[in-house]
């Protein structure tokens, strides 16, 4: 199956600073990117769609200027937590649409465990 | 808006035994896409089986096998022969035929446990 690459998949920082986390199809090109959050022992929430080319779209309670998304390229969405706090760690997932498929399955990456102190 | 809900948090199954997991969604929806994920302790979503809401035929890859019940909404997971491997957290999930709606709505989860 098609692959998606995240990076980095830990990534500890401190109170204040910024973390950038990459998603990266690696043998398709996805118009369409979607960005999970999911908390210890829970689902997957969905945070945000990321389109190539254009802003993304976040979910209702999502803040658009905490979580900046940027979707420059097919292959390379980036989810960037501004000014990070603790209660921002969690793990984060990214998935992208293989639009050479009809049967609308998304790849996950390896997702991204993010700790702030 | 589109609901997907797993009412087992946690199963167990002996080796090589079957188990189902059970999961039921709510749509008003006639066209769309009912998906198995696997989330290892790795913690990378694996598919596992997907189903299209057109086809009345229950999806089958290799020992996963769904019972697709679309007029119930009722969409379960059975896996035969289990192994040690498919020790893992399952997520039933619906994705919207129409197009433009491409994001999956996840239920909470069943934790699977496999006993050697």
């Known amino acids: 199956g098609a692959v998606v690459s995240q990076h980095p998949s830990r990534v500890i920082c401190k109170s204040g600073t910024s973390v950038k986390i990459e998603c990266r ?51 390379l969405s980036t989810l960037t937590v ?14 992208a649409r293989d639009g050479g498929l009809i049967t609308g399955e998304l790849f996950f990456g390896e997702g991204s465990r993010l700790t702030v102190l | 808006a589109q609901t997907v809900t797993q009412s087992q948090p946690e199963m167990s199954v002996q080796e090589a035994e079957t188990v189902t997991l059970s999961c039921t969604y709510d749509t008003s929806e006639s066209d769309y896409y009912l998906f198995w994920y696997k989330q290892p ?25 769904v019972n697709f019940q679309k007029a119930a909404k009722s969409f379960s997971l059975k896996i035969s022969d289990s192994q040690l491997g498919d020790a893992a957290m399952y997520f039933c999930a619906y994705r919207s035929g129409q197009g433009g709606s491409e994001k999956l709505v996840f239920g909470k989860g069943t934790k699977l446990t496999v006993n050697p």
């Open chain 2, 41 to 65: 302790p790795s913690r990378q979503m694996i598919l596992v089986i997907r189903q299209e809401a057109y086809k009345q035929q229950n999806a089958t890859e290799n020992r996963f096998s």
């Open chain 1, 82 to 95: 501004t000014s990070a706090h603790p209660e921002d760690s969690s793990f984060y997932i990214c998935s």
């Open chain 1, 25 to 75: 199809s690696l043998d398709f090109q996805a118009t369409t990117m979607f960005w999970y959050r999911q908390f210890p022992k829970q689902s997957l929430m969905l945070m945000a769609t990321s389109n190539e080319g254009s802003k993304a779209t976040y979910e209702q309670g999502v803040e658009k200027d905490k979580f900046l998304i940027n979707h420059a390229s097919l292959t």
